[in-house]
């Protein structure tokens, strides 16, 4: 309660590869990043609350965006 939900998913080799977030407290992940290399490379967002990404951001402004 009263922070954002967050669950990461790791691959075999326990390097990061994925963050789901429920940022507007809805229960849902409306928020993904996929993370290569140890960096973000894309985020997506779902705008209109329906689980689904609606707006994709890649590269460098992916990289700020996720900080």
């Known amino acids: 309660e009263g922070g954002v939900a967050t669950w990461s998913y790791y691959d075999a080799n326990e390097k990061l590869v994925r963050k789901e977030r429920d940022v507007k407290g809805t229960g849902k992940v409306d928020y993904w990043e996929y993370w290569e290399n140890g960096a973000i490379d894309r985020i997506g967002e779902d705008l209109d609350g329906d689980g689904q990404v609606d707006r994709w951001t ?3 402004d992916a990289a ?3 900080k």
């Open 58 to 60: 890649k590269g460098s």
């Open 64 to 66: 700020t965006a996720g």
